[in-house]
């Protein structure tokens, strides 16, 4: 089997499932790839552009995001120069995760570009695509060229929180539950069958980077769960339709919410 999976070139937590799935089938005839995009638009006009952030979300935002990312990388420069193997660390890049396991990667601008997204279907040929916490809207092609089944792992208990920063939102608007949800990818966003879900409690000593990672580790349960089971054939079970609103990017009103609630630079509890 073919996994193709598509996450951001930066991310906190995507690394830590990516760590423990190849860790898992390390030794099986699963080949896994990764399809890496930028964290940020190249379009001006995007809400995932570096203007479109400060415009929905604020500059506190990007500021808070800035130094979380800085605080990130130099924790994760230290646990590599301590020595720390893979399997053992923390704070770790998609990239090094690949490298590190075997897993080819392929730098991606644009996912459903004829010159690259397409591409990277035509090279892997995956069964699976599985989208990690990714940032970009799969066109209805990119996801056909999957032979078997398409995968989103998204950071709550769909269909709660749908959409845009959802760990953002349930922060911001005091949520006692998350989790994490594996379920198949339609046209519409996080709308397909679920095929597994887990849930967690949130503590009052959590933050943005420990309700993610509970997420990460949550959802890499999920995934080993769902590959050793196969899967990839099963219809899984429609999302219960109650009316749960789709979500956007977090707004500036909202952050500041959140910051009245819960830390945001903590990495532990």
């Not at 130094?67 to 660390?89: I, N, Y």
């Not at 994490?180 to 409690?201: P, Y």
């Amino acid at each position: 089997m073919r996994v193709l999976i598509l996450t951001p070139q930066i991310h906190f937590h995507a690394p830590i499932v990516m760590r423990d799935v190849f860790q898992r089938y390390k030794d099986s005839d699963i080949e896994f790839y990764a399809a890496l995009t930028p964290k940020l638009s190249a379009s001006k006009k995007s809400t995932s552009s570096l203007a479109g952030v400060i415009r929905t979300s604020g500059l506190k935002y990007l500021l808070f995001m800035i130094f979380l990312k800085l605080k990130f990388d130099l924790f994760r420069l230290l646990e590599k120069a301590s020595g720390r193997p893979v399997a053992e660390r923390k704070y770790l890049s998609p990239l090094e995760v690949c490298e590190a396991f075997g897993a080819k990667s392929f730098w991606v601008e644009n996912i459903n570009s004829q010159d690259d997204g397409m591409n990277v279907a035509d090279i892997v040929k995956p069964d699976v695509i599985l989208s990690l916490f990714f940032n970009q809207i799969l066109g209805a092609p990119f996801l056909e060229s999957a032979r078997e089944a398409r995968w989103n792992l998204h950071p709550s208990l769909l269909p709660e929180y749908k959409g845009r920063s959802p760990v953002l939102w349930m922060l911001a608007e005091g949520a006692k539950k998350g989790g994490a949800t594996l379920h198949h990818m339609t046209n519409e966003l996080d709308a397909g069958n679920i095929v597994e879900q887990k849930s967690f409690d949130i503590d009052k000593g959590d933050s943005f980077f420990t309700v993610y990672r509970k997420a990460a580790i949550a959802g890499a349960e999920l995934l080993i769960s769902a590959l050793a089971l196969d899967q990839a054939h099963s219809g899984g079970k429609p999302q219960r339709a109650d009316g749960c609103k789709t979500y956007g990017p977090i707004t500036g009103k909202a952050f500041n919410e959140l910051l009245e609630k819960y830390s945001f630079f903590k990495f532990e509890n």
